[in-house]
């Protein structure tokens, strides 16, 4: 079964930075797409960042766009979300998923359909 940890999430004040981690135990890591989702309190699950394994592409979420940078250590099996100009809105419960194998590495998604394994999330908060 394939394992997804997220960590690097907490307490930081606004104009902060933070950046998660997500290691997962897939040895095929490089062959996937990736991207983070995030949790609102009361809120639906929502897109933030998606990277196209082949090509590199970046998608964000128009609230982050400027301020979050996804990237991939394949040597490491990981993906980082690096999170600056932190705004109380962004707090959250953060998740990365790996995407699906059926879908092309050419461009990044969005929907939480081309996803196949998520992380437990990891819990950040932005003070004000």
């Known amino acids: 079964q394939v394992q997804l940890v997220e960590s690097g999430g907490g307490l930081v004040q606004a104009g902060g930075s933070l950046r998660l981690s997500c290691a997962t135990s897939?040895?095929?890591?490089?062959?996937?797409?990736m991207g983070w989702f995030r949790q609102p309190p009361g809120k639906e699950r929502e897109f933030v960042a998606s990277?196209?394994?082949?090509?590199?592409?970046?998608l964000y979420h128009m609230s982050v766009r400027g301020r979050f940078t996804i990237s991939r250590d394949n040597a490491k099996n990981t993906v980082y979300l690096q999170m600056d100009s932190l705004k109380p809105e962004d707090t959250a419960v953060y998740y990365c998923?790996?995407?699906?194998?059926?879908?092309?590495?050419?461009?990044?998604?969005?929907?939480?359909?081309?996803?196949?394994?998520w992380g437990q999330g990891t819990q950040v908060t932005v003070s004000s």
């Open positions: 998923a790996i995407g699906r194998a059926a879908d092309t590495d050419i461009v990044p998604y969005v929907a939480e359909a081309h996803y196949d394994y």
């Open positions: 897939l040895l095929t890591f490089s062959n996937y797409n």
């Open positions: 990277l196209a394994r082949r090509t590199g592409r970046t």
